[in-house]
């Protein structure tokens, strides 16, 4: 009976260090970079943009702070598609799978909600056809980082 009663304790004590275990611990220290910004058509009216950001030993981190998206059309003349920001908290970065030439691998991002064309302050046009997008972090110690990337529209 006591080995029974051992031996039910010992696996309720792994079952719950195993599954809390599958949580990974994430990095939360003061970022120096925008390691990158991904912008990818979502539909016929529509924008997903993330960025991912690194400490200054390359490592992927959360942080809170304020993030400022824009869009503008890349044109001789560039006009700005849109523009917004939003406060940012360490906890809505996500630790996701990417696909990143062709080899899938894990990383820590936040994404915007998805942008809709709707939003945009003009409208894309048929002469329109690519965008660049600029991300600018900044950090509630007033560290600003910034990256940026095209896409088509």
């Known amino acids: 009976m006591r080995k029974t009663a051992i031996f039910i304790i010992i696996s309720i004590v792994l ?3 195993f599954l809390s275990g599958c949580t990974t611990t994430v990095n939360r220290t003061m970022p120096e970079q925008i390691d990158e910004v991904s912008a990818q058509k979502d539909g016929t009216d529509g924008v997903r943009v993330y960025f991912i950001l690194t400490d ?3 490592r992927e981190t959360a942080y809170d702070g304020s993030a400022r998206i824009t869009i503008r059309s890349s044109t ?3 006009k700005v598609l849109y523009n917004s920001s939003l406060a ?3 906890d809505d970065f996500q630790q996701t799978t990417r696909n990143s030439g ?3 691998r894990e990383a820590l991002i936040y994404e915007f909600p998805r942008i809709n064309y709707s939003s945009f302050i003009i409208h894309p046009s048929s002469d329109v056809d690519y965008a660049e ?5 900044t950090t509630p110690e007033g560290k600003i980082l910034s990256g940026d990337s095209g896409f088509y529209l």
């Open 15 to 17: 079952d719950v260090g």
């Open 56 to 58: 200054k030993n390359g």
């Open 76 to 78: 001789e003349t560039p």
């Open 88 to 90: 940012v908290k360490a």
């Open 102 to 104: 062709g080899v899938n």
């Open 133 to 137: 997008v600029t991300v600018t972090f």
